[in-house]
Structures are given as C-alpha cells and as structure tokens.
C-alpha cells in the first residue's frame, strides 16, 4: 500500500508521553504534517514546552496533561479529545519507562511500576480509544513496544515483558479490528537517542556502563519519519534501527539462539555488577 500525502492533514492524534523523546517529536512531526495534536504528558513542564514549540511553528496543538496509569484520566481525555474535535483518527500509545536489573535483583514494585505504564497504560488507551474507533468506523492505534518486544534482552526483565505483552496484544488487537475499520501498529525501535536512557534507574549497575556496550543510538527524528511511514502503509510491525532487525531476524529464525546471545551479552553486563557490601 502506498502512502498518501495527506494521511495525517487535518486529522486528529492523541499522543502519549509527548513531553520527550520519540513522543515529542511524534507530535512534532505530525503537527508538520498538518495534524491537530493531543499532547498528553504526565509531566506538565516538558509537555508545555512541547506544546509551545508546536505552537511556534504554525502547527495545532494543545496539552492534556496525563497519567497513563490512571484509566479514568486516560478514558476522560479520549472523550473531551472526541468532543472537541469529533473523532479520533489516531493514538499513538507511546508513554513508557524503564527500570533496568536482573530478577534477583528488582523489587515487586519495580515490576508494578514498569508494568502500570508501559503495559497497563496501553490497555488503558485501547479500552478508552478502540470503541470510539469501531462506532466511527475509522481510526488508527499505534502501539510503542521495542526490540526488547521482539528479542529476549536480559538484564531488562521487567521492561522485556512489558514490550512482549505490547507486541502480542497489538497483533491479537490487529486481528479483531480489521473487519472493523480499525488499523493497529506495534512500533518497535532499537536504541534511539532519548532521555529514557539517561533517566531510567538501573539496579545494581551504573547506567553509564551498561549504556557502553550498545552502539550509538538512532536520532528520534530519523525514528519518527520510518515510524510514520509504517503507519501510512499500515504495517503490522514497524521495527526501527539495522541492529533491531538483526536481533528480530535472529530470534525469529532462532529462538535458542537469540537466548545464547542474550547469555553473552548478560556475562558482559555483569563485569559492571556492582557488589554488596
């Protein structure tokens, strides 16, 4: 399918974690594009930034400050979005954290934190979003996983599971909604140069380190463009960075092996480990 030149003209795009990284400038893209934008943050400086800039540039825009884990705030802001502006054409579900370390290592409430945003809060936007969808008969889901969706990345467990649950209930999603008018996309980078990296806690290894032993990461321009191209052609996945179709190619053609690497690359992390006292 060829992409239109006008696939996000004047169409309405609510987009999670649009304060940073890939979500900002998701926004900002399809603002350029000529989309009126929902920016949804749960922090309310770098949102309004975000905005701002959008606004600055000619584009349409506004803010709605969100937590994705709260799924009355997330139902709430789908239907003022469709009262505004009478219809969603897309969501891009793209909020996420990360909260890096081995099994041994992560508390209970480190899983329930990674799990509430990057797993919960999509369901949260399907559950608000996909019934709009399905009574317009139009609409768009775009679902951000990652390679670790795709590929058994260890000293990531908590994350690793949160982006495999994306992956799969995007393409059961996909399945359901076809004779419905609904697309759905699951969108999974490799290393993109975002905050999430420099920000994200790592337990019982300094981040600096184990940041050392991948390659240098993707602009999230560059992401963003590929990301938008899968969505205008309506690909079921959209896999971004050489290295993350290495690693899915691998795991798919096999998946013991793709284990074997992950056991490689674990022994390499665990020279960091930072030892108890």
Known sequence: MRPRADAFRHK???VTGAGSGIGRELARELARR?????????NPGPLREAVDAILQAGGRAEAAPLDVTDAEAVQRTVEETVARHGRLDYLFNNAGIGVGGEARDISLQDWKEVLDVNLHGVVHGV??????????????IVNTSSVAGLFPLAGEISYVTSKYAVVGLSHALRAESADLGVKVTVVCPGKIETPIYRTSRVVKYPV???LSLWPRGMKPETCVRIILRGVERNRATVVVTPLAWTMWLVERASPDLAVGLARLYMKRMRAFRIQDD
């Open 12 to 14: 309405t795009a609510l």
């Open 208 to 210: 600096e380190k184990v």
């Open 127 to 140: 559950a608000a979003a996909y019934p709009v969808m399905v009574r317009q008969g139009f609409g768009h």
């Open 34 to 42: 000529g989309a009126v934008v929902v920016a949804s943050d749960r």
